[in-house]
Each structure stands twice: as structure tokens, then as C-alpha cells.
């Protein structure tokens, strides 16, 4: 398994797993990308922003999608430690969009678990 950004210049070149994303907005739209991928085909996908309008501090979560055939591998926490790894790096917090029931249950403690790890401020 392979967790990578994703430069915008490879976009329209990627492939992802039908089912990944259900939502209308366009990937190759998304200002970054970080994306787990399995013999080339992206199987989850995180995207975000490197600063948040209303929190300049802080890198701003959208999506964390995980295809549910590989949900419960792993994919998450390697696609939210390079997440993590970016914000360190540009010196920032991590501010994530409100969580859906599942994402109450098994992504918040990954992000909490990061938060702390790398000492970085985390914001709901």
C-alpha cells in the first residue's frame, strides 16, 4: 500500500476505485490530496486545504474516504499520518470538518491520536 500526496500536475491522471466518492465535487478540483493506492488504483483519499479561511493557522479537512472493501486495513491512519507529516511541516494545526456517526467512531480518535503524537493542535 502506497500513501502519497497527490500533485495537482497528475490528476487527470490517477485512477480511483468506483465507490471511493459519492460526492459531486470533482477530485481534480480539490486543493490537495492525500490518497491511499493498491496496484495503481487510489482506494481512499483524504482532502484538504493548507489553510483554512476562517483558521489561517490551521490545515482544514474536507473529505476522508476510505473504499469499503479496504475500510478496517489501516488506510486512514496512513492517509492522516502524512496529513499530519504536511501540517508539521508548514507548522500548523489540523481543523476537521464535523465527523458523520462513523466518522464520530473510528476517524476521530486517529486524528486525536496524531494530535498528540505530533504536537499538534487540533480543532473540531
Keep these: 500500500m502506497l500513501f ?20 459531486g465535487d470533482d477530485l481534480r478540483m480539490c486543493r ?6 493498491q496496484d495503481g488504483l487510489v482506494v481512499g ?11 489561517p493557522d490551521f490545515v482544514g479537512v474536507g473529505i476522508v474516504s476510505v473504499h469499503p472493501k479496504f475500510q ?12 499530519f507529516d504536511q501540517a508539521w511541516l508548514l507548522g500548523k494545526g489540523v481543523r476537521v470538518s464535523p465527523y458523520t456517526d ?10 486525536e491520536e496524531f494530535s498528540s503524537k505530533y504536537n499538534i493542535q487540533l480543532r473540531h
Design 4 to 23: 502519497r500526496k497527490i500533485p495537482k500536475e497528475e490528476r487527470y491522471r490517477f485512477k480511483v476505485k468506483k465507490g471511493i466518492w459519492n460526492w
Design 72 to 83: 478496517g486495513k489501516g488506510l486512514a491512519r496512513g492517509m492522516i499520518n502524512v496529513l
Design 45 to 55: 483519499l483524504i482532502t484538504y486545504v493548507e489553510s483554512s479561511g476562517r483558521d
Design 102 to 111: 462513523q466518522g464520530k467512531l473510528k476517524i476521530r480518535p486517529i486524528f
Design 32 to 37: 490537495e490530496i492525500i490518497v491511499a493506492e
